[in-house]
């Protein structure tokens, strides 16, 4: 819980000196990051139990 408050609070920061579509374009660039490497992970478990 700690850390996901400071992750907030760092966000908050961040928010003054950069615009808020950039925050943005990143967050949507970590998560879709996240969505390739677990499709990835899958397509690997896939192709091993063939």
């Known amino acids: 819980?700690?850390?996901l408050k400071n992750r907030?609070?760092?966000?908050e920061e961040?928010?003054?000196f950069s615009?808020?579509?950039d925050?943005?374009?990143q967050e949507?660039?970590?998560t879709n990051n996240n969505i390739?490497?677990?499709l990835i992970l899958a397509q690997d478990k896939r192709w091993?139990?063939?």
Not at 8 to 11: E, I, L, N, S, T
């Open 14 to 16: 961040n928010m003054s």
């Open 19 to 21: 615009s808020t579509d």
């Open 36 to 38: 390739t490497e677990s």
């Open 28 to 30: 949507n660039n970590n």
């Open 8 to 11: 907030v609070y760092v966000k």
């Open 23 to 25: 925050l943005l374009r």
């Open 48 to 50: 091993r139990r063939a």
């Open 1 to 3: 819980k700690r850390s």
